[in-house]
Protein backbone atom coordinates (compact mmCIF):
# COMPACT_ATOMS: atom_id res chain seq x y z
CA UNK A 1 0.00 0.00 0.00
CA UNK A 2 1.54 3.46 -1.13
CA UNK A 3 1.45 5.63 2.26
CA UNK A 4 -0.09 8.73 0.06
CA UNK A 5 -2.99 7.12 -1.05
CA UNK A 6 -5.14 9.44 0.90
CA UNK A 7 -3.36 12.56 -0.57
CA UNK A 8 -3.56 11.75 -3.56
CA UNK A 9 -7.44 10.48 -3.98
CA UNK A 10 -7.56 13.59 -2.19
CA UNK A 11 -6.69 15.27 -5.46
CA UNK A 12 -9.79 14.43 -7.29
CA UNK A 13 -11.82 16.98 -4.82
CA UNK A 14 -12.15 20.78 -5.04
CA UNK A 15 -9.86 22.70 -2.59
CA UNK A 16 -12.45 23.94 -0.68
CA UNK A 17 -14.18 19.82 -0.61
CA UNK A 18 -11.28 18.64 1.41
CA UNK A 19 -12.64 19.94 4.68
CA UNK A 20 -16.35 18.49 3.71
CA UNK A 21 -15.42 15.19 3.70
CA UNK A 22 -18.04 13.47 6.03
CA UNK A 23 -16.58 9.96 5.81
CA UNK A 24 -14.33 7.75 3.51
CA UNK A 25 -13.20 3.92 3.09
CA UNK A 26 -10.23 2.88 1.38
CA UNK A 27 -10.80 -0.72 -0.63
CA UNK A 28 -10.84 -1.91 -4.47
CA UNK A 29 -14.05 -1.34 -6.66
CA UNK A 30 -14.78 -4.56 -7.91
CA UNK A 31 -16.55 -4.98 -11.74
CA UNK A 32 -16.54 -7.16 -14.22
CA UNK A 33 -13.58 -8.07 -15.29
CA UNK A 34 -11.39 -5.91 -12.29
CA UNK A 35 -11.55 -8.97 -9.88
CA UNK A 36 -7.49 -9.06 -10.85
CA UNK A 37 -7.18 -5.47 -9.28
CA UNK A 38 -8.36 -6.70 -5.76
CA UNK A 39 -6.16 -10.03 -6.23
CA UNK A 40 -3.03 -7.88 -6.56
CA UNK A 41 -4.46 -5.33 -3.51
CA UNK A 42 -4.97 -1.76 -5.79
CA UNK A 43 -6.52 0.21 -3.62
CA UNK A 44 -9.20 3.06 -4.62
CA UNK A 45 -11.14 5.91 -2.60
CA UNK A 46 -14.48 6.71 -1.43
CA UNK A 47 -15.15 10.38 -0.25
CA UNK A 48 -18.87 10.97 0.87
CA UNK A 49 -19.09 14.43 0.69
CA UNK A 50 -22.27 16.54 1.63
CA UNK A 51 -23.99 16.50 -2.12
CA UNK A 52 -21.56 14.01 -3.54
CA UNK A 53 -20.29 10.25 -3.52
CA UNK A 54 -16.91 10.53 -5.25
CA UNK A 55 -14.80 7.37 -6.05
CA UNK A 56 -11.14 7.71 -6.94
CA UNK A 57 -8.78 5.07 -8.44
CA UNK A 58 -5.33 7.06 -7.57
CA UNK A 59 -3.32 4.71 -10.55
CA UNK A 60 -4.02 5.18 -12.71
CA UNK A 61 -5.85 8.16 -12.15
CA UNK A 62 -9.71 7.79 -12.34
CA UNK A 63 -12.50 9.68 -10.99
CA UNK A 64 -16.56 9.10 -10.52
CA UNK A 65 -18.70 11.40 -9.13
CA UNK A 66 -22.14 10.88 -8.46
CA UNK A 67 -24.98 13.38 -7.14
CA UNK A 68 -26.74 12.47 -3.83
CA UNK A 69 -29.72 12.77 -5.74
CA UNK A 70 -28.47 9.56 -7.90
CA UNK A 71 -28.03 7.02 -5.26
CA UNK A 72 -30.93 5.21 -3.91
CA UNK A 73 -29.31 2.52 -1.80
CA UNK A 74 -26.21 1.87 0.08
CA UNK A 75 -25.93 -1.85 1.57
CA UNK A 76 -22.99 -3.27 3.73
CA UNK A 77 -21.98 -6.92 4.16
CA UNK A 78 -19.48 -9.34 4.13
CA UNK A 79 -16.68 -6.64 3.68
CA UNK A 80 -17.70 -4.83 0.92
CA UNK A 81 -20.59 -2.16 0.18
CA UNK A 82 -22.77 -1.65 -2.90
CA UNK A 83 -24.01 1.68 -3.98
CA UNK A 84 -27.45 1.24 -6.08
CA UNK A 85 -27.34 4.11 -8.66
CA UNK A 86 -30.81 5.50 -10.08
CA UNK A 87 -31.70 3.35 -13.54
CA UNK A 88 -30.74 0.09 -12.11
CA UNK A 89 -26.47 0.42 -12.19
CA UNK A 90 -24.82 -0.23 -9.00
CA UNK A 91 -20.74 -0.23 -7.73
CA UNK A 92 -19.29 -2.68 -5.83
CA UNK A 93 -16.47 -1.50 -3.31
CA UNK A 94 -14.46 -3.97 -1.15
CA UNK A 95 -13.48 -2.66 1.93
CA UNK A 96 -10.03 -2.64 3.37
CA UNK A 97 -10.91 -2.44 7.19
CA UNK A 98 -7.35 -2.00 8.19
CA UNK A 99 -6.76 1.24 6.65
CA UNK A 100 -10.40 2.37 6.94
CA UNK A 101 -12.98 0.53 9.74
CA UNK A 102 -16.27 0.85 8.09
CA UNK A 103 -18.75 2.00 11.09
CA UNK A 104 -17.95 5.53 10.85
CA UNK A 105 -18.59 5.58 7.35
CA UNK A 106 -21.53 3.63 7.70
CA UNK A 107 -23.06 6.00 10.80
CA UNK A 108 -22.46 9.07 8.20
CA UNK A 109 -23.67 7.55 5.21
CA UNK A 110 -27.17 6.99 7.25
CA UNK A 111 -27.41 10.17 7.62
CA UNK A 112 -26.94 11.35 4.39
CA UNK A 113 -29.32 8.91 3.04
CA UNK A 114 -31.92 10.50 5.57
CA UNK A 115 -34.64 12.73 4.18
CA UNK A 116 -34.22 16.26 5.89
CA UNK A 117 -36.11 19.41 6.29
CA UNK A 118 -36.25 22.53 3.80
CA UNK A 119 -34.43 25.64 6.01
CA UNK A 120 -37.40 27.73 4.33
CA UNK A 121 -40.69 25.54 4.62
CA UNK A 122 -39.97 22.97 7.12
CA UNK A 123 -41.66 20.54 4.50
CA UNK A 124 -39.57 17.43 4.40
CA UNK A 125 -38.14 16.90 1.11
CA UNK A 126 -37.73 13.25 0.68
CA UNK A 127 -35.05 12.30 -1.89
CA UNK A 128 -36.79 8.85 -3.36
CA UNK A 129 -33.48 6.88 -1.42
CA UNK A 130 -34.76 3.22 0.53
CA UNK A 131 -32.72 3.42 3.86
CA UNK A 132 -31.42 0.02 3.93
CA UNK A 133 -27.59 1.11 5.28
CA UNK A 134 -26.53 -1.85 7.12
CA UNK A 135 -29.31 -2.11 9.89
CA UNK A 136 -28.02 -5.35 10.65
CA UNK A 137 -23.92 -4.04 10.31
CA UNK A 138 -25.27 -1.53 13.33
CA UNK A 139 -27.31 -2.90 15.00
CA UNK A 140 -26.27 -6.80 14.75
CA UNK A 141 -28.25 -9.37 12.76
CA UNK A 142 -31.45 -10.71 14.74
CA UNK A 143 -30.65 -14.08 15.67
CA UNK A 144 -33.08 -15.68 13.36
CA UNK A 145 -33.33 -19.39 15.28
CA UNK A 146 -34.93 -22.24 13.31
CA UNK A 147 -36.86 -25.09 14.29
CA UNK A 148 -34.66 -27.57 12.65
CA UNK A 149 -30.80 -27.72 12.39
CA UNK A 150 -30.65 -25.33 9.89
CA UNK A 151 -27.17 -22.23 9.65
CA UNK A 152 -28.06 -19.84 12.05
CA UNK A 153 -26.56 -16.15 12.93
CA UNK A 154 -24.66 -17.92 15.67
CA UNK A 155 -23.36 -21.29 13.19
CA UNK A 156 -19.23 -21.21 12.96
CA UNK A 157 -18.52 -19.91 9.75
CA UNK A 158 -16.51 -23.43 9.46
CA UNK A 159 -20.46 -24.92 9.31
CA UNK A 160 -21.05 -22.06 6.52
CA UNK A 161 -18.02 -23.72 4.29
CA UNK A 162 -19.39 -27.38 5.02
CA UNK A 163 -23.04 -26.41 4.36
CA UNK A 164 -24.27 -27.08 0.52
CA UNK A 165 -25.44 -24.42 -1.42
CA UNK A 166 -28.97 -24.29 -1.02
CA UNK A 167 -28.31 -23.94 2.98
CA UNK A 168 -25.46 -21.57 2.39
CA UNK A 169 -27.82 -19.27 0.58
CA UNK A 170 -30.95 -19.66 2.51
CA UNK A 171 -29.21 -18.58 5.44
CA UNK A 172 -27.98 -15.01 3.72
CA UNK A 173 -31.16 -14.54 2.46
CA UNK A 174 -32.79 -14.43 5.99
CA UNK A 175 -30.31 -12.22 7.08
CA UNK A 176 -30.80 -9.63 4.17
CA UNK A 177 -34.44 -10.35 4.35
CA UNK A 178 -34.27 -8.34 7.64
CA UNK A 179 -33.80 -5.35 5.83
CA UNK A 180 -36.11 -6.28 2.95
CA UNK A 181 -33.26 -7.48 0.21
CA UNK A 182 -33.54 -10.91 0.53
CA UNK A 183 -32.62 -11.48 -3.32
CA UNK A 184 -29.11 -9.57 -2.36
CA UNK A 185 -28.31 -13.43 -1.23
CA UNK A 186 -28.58 -14.76 -4.86
CA UNK A 187 -25.87 -12.95 -6.10
CA UNK A 188 -22.67 -14.30 -6.97
CA UNK A 189 -20.55 -11.57 -5.43
CA UNK A 190 -22.53 -11.80 -1.98
CA UNK A 191 -21.83 -15.39 -1.83
CA UNK A 192 -18.37 -15.40 -2.88
CA UNK A 193 -17.80 -12.47 -0.58
CA UNK A 194 -19.15 -14.38 2.32
CA UNK A 195 -17.20 -17.59 1.44
CA UNK A 196 -14.02 -15.92 1.10
CA UNK A 197 -14.64 -13.73 4.51
CA UNK A 198 -15.49 -17.07 6.08
CA UNK A 199 -12.08 -19.13 4.69
CA UNK A 200 -10.87 -16.14 6.62
CA UNK A 201 -12.51 -16.08 9.31
CA UNK A 202 -13.08 -19.83 9.65
CA UNK A 203 -13.89 -19.66 13.84
CA UNK A 204 -15.72 -16.58 13.70
CA UNK A 205 -19.47 -17.38 14.07
CA UNK A 206 -22.10 -16.16 10.82
CA UNK A 207 -23.19 -12.71 12.28
CA UNK A 208 -19.58 -11.67 11.36
CA UNK A 209 -20.60 -11.29 7.87
CA UNK A 210 -22.74 -8.45 8.59
CA UNK A 211 -20.53 -6.94 11.59
CA UNK A 212 -17.49 -7.79 9.63
CA UNK A 213 -15.74 -8.54 13.06
Known amino acids: MEPDLWSSAAEALDEHEHALVMAR???????PGQTERLARGERDVVFLLPDR???????PF???????????????????????MTG???????????????E??????????????????????????????????VLGPVDLMPSDDRLTV????????????DEQVELLRRLFGQVGRPDEANKPMTLDASRRHCGEHNGATLDSLVTGK
Open 25 to 31: LAGTVVG
Open 53 to 59: LVLVRPE
Open 62 to 84: WTGSYERGQIVRIMLAAGHVQFD
Open 88 to 102: GDSLEFWIDTELSPA
Open 104 to 137: PFVEQAEIWLAPRKSSTSGAVIGFGLAIVLALLF
Open 154 to 165: KSSCGDFLRAGL
